[in-house]
């Protein structure tokens, strides 16, 4: 089944480059084998004198078929693993063939590749602890070597190109994570940079990049993982930090893990992008394989996200007749004949998408992923990372807590539950108090909406930790209450709401936590249906609160025409009392997609009419969950101050 997904994603990714060549996502088979019917280019061991070492040194030279002195050449580093040698790529990896074969086909530009030792010291023979001290440090003096004494030599005695935009840089393993180090450590060196594998010495993204801006300057950055390679989260944590400061470069993902099957397959790629014209606009979609979504279960392998945006799926249903994905578009799935069941789809928006699994026209919830409750039942989600969605990553600052808790509602006379946020430190902290949000979740969602699919405890962390929001309390009960809560509600179910907020929910918060119990220190917002309540109680109970949020809503006409118009006479009657007592009415949308966005702008032009003070945001992306997380990180950083 991999072998043909491969195929089927080769296919949908064709044309990427503007080279005249068509580059293959994998090598076809047969791309190391030596082919005794074509022109072959030589391999030569040389010594050059290292200052930096203080002895002479060796490495491997491959000069290209129909070689002249006459003519230059741009050249390609190929460094070696932590076990290997000058001789490592030459014995396990046939670059010699490899190429050969390509320059047969017509794929490279002419090159010459030096193959060096990269453990830079007198012995630097792979022999003993490979692993000892000495040995490990000698990898990183390699740089000086390179530069000071290696380059200078091969610059000296080869028909070279001298400029960086002739000059390439690569590695598998710990050559990988040395190419990076010193090819962006160096751009003004190299302009062609390949980790294939990158190993553990591979640098933080921050000491790699200094001056992110400045590695737009490369021609290729390339950076390759087996998708069951161990070392995948080093390349991974540099790629995530390249789309977060949008600097272009390939993500290649191939089947396979840490070895030289990969690493061949590696260099058949890399040596076809260097040293031509490419299309850095398309480098997003240059790859076999995604990475797993963070919505998978544990050891999930799909969904996959491709830096594209897209997403493939694979789903075993070997007795199935027909099998699709619902994300709001459906896409078909194709069956493959081990059962399983693949298909890729267009490029997704940013963040949090619920998805179902259409199996014979039934919905269920896909196995791979985690379940969520939304669309008035559980179905699975789908994350889809994009540069600047830090604001809810984990990240190393102190965390509060997710505290769920059973309350007795005399309004249901019934047991009810709710997700309380409590800040950083609250445990500790044992003599502070601390204000209140109140805040609540859409119409076929509930109670643990805005600690799942939200993100809130992440989001508040971030932001309290920036010092950009106070520290808070943040209660999300379940606002699913009275007749048909999801959708065709009306003002019974309001008003059993508004009385439920009061008479059970904000006593049982202020009784069990140590929260301030004055209208300043409490807030109450509420996305879709949630916005709606939150219009409907804190229009009616001002005094109650300081600041409210209506995420994605307004009164939803015709249905609740009757509702806004006592409502737009209540404030007409007590406009001075609100503008008064609510000092942060605010109101968001996700832009002209929300499906919310008519009844948006009636309302505001009413409010307009009616002189009741708000201020308005709009965030694009719908009605969706992207759009409230990020509601939700402006709102709170406006609370309590």
Known sequence: MRNSLVLSVALLLSGIFVSAQNIDRQAPKGFDIENKEIPHGKIDSIQYASKTVGNTRKALIYTPPGYKKSKKYPVLYLLHGIGGDEKEWFKNGTPQIILDNLYAEGKLTPMIVVLPNGRAMKDDRATGNIMAKDKVEAFATFEKDLLND??????????????????????????????????????????????????????????????????????????SCGDQDGLMPFSKRTSDYLVENKIPHIFYIEPGGHDFKVWKNDLYIFSQLIFKTVD????????????????????????????????????????????????????DLRKEADGCWTTTTDSLSEGFHYYSLLIDNAAVADPSSKAFYGMGRFASGIEVPFAGDDYYALKDVPHGDIRIQNFFSKVTNS??????????????????????????????????????????????????????????????????????????????????????????????????????????????????????YTLYTGIQNSEMFSALGVFSSGWMLPMLQKVADDEYKFLADNKSKFNSNVKNFWIAMGGKNDIAYQNNQIMMKKLDELGVKYSYSEYAGGHTWPVWRNNLYQFAQLLFK
């Open 150 to 223: 290696l380059i200078p030599f091969i610059e000296k005695k080869y028909p070279v190109k001298k400029d960086r935009e002739n000059r390439a840089i690569a590695g598998l393993s710990m050559g990988g994570g040395q190419t990076l180090n010193f090819g962006l450590g160096n751009i003004d060196t190299f302009s062609w940079v390949g980790g294939f594998s990158s190993a553990p010495n591979t640098k933080e993204p921050q000491q790699l990049f200094p001056n992110p801006a400045k590695a737009k300057e490369l021609k290729l950055l390339f950076i």
């Open 280 to 331: 850095q606009s398309k480098f997003s979609e240059f790859t076999v394989f995604g990475t797993p979504a963070d919505s998978n279960i544990r050891n999930a392998e799909f969904p996959q996200i491709l830096r594209s945006g897209k997403a493939m799926f694979k789903v075993k249903a070997p007795d199935a007749q027909k099998v699709q994905i619902d994300l709001g578009k459906k896409y």
């Open 415 to 532: 047991w009810r539950r709710v997700f309380i946020y409590t800040p950083p430190g609250y445990d500790k902290n044992v003599n502070e108090k601390y204000p209140a949000l109140y805040i609540l979740h859409g119409g076929g969602e509930d109670e643990s909406g805005w600690a799942t699919q939200g993100k809130t405890n992440l989001i508040l962390d971030n932001l309290i930790a920036e010092g950009k929001a106070k520290p808070m309390i943040v209660v999300m009960p379940d606002a699913n209450i009275g007749p048909a809560g999801f959708g065709n509600f009306g003002l019974r179910n309001l008003q059993m709401f508004e009385k439920e907020m009061k008479e059970s929910v904000i006593p049982f918060a202020e009784s069990n936590f140590r929260i301030k119990k004055d209208a300043a220190s409490r807030a109450l917002a509420g996305l879709s249906m949630g916005g709606i």
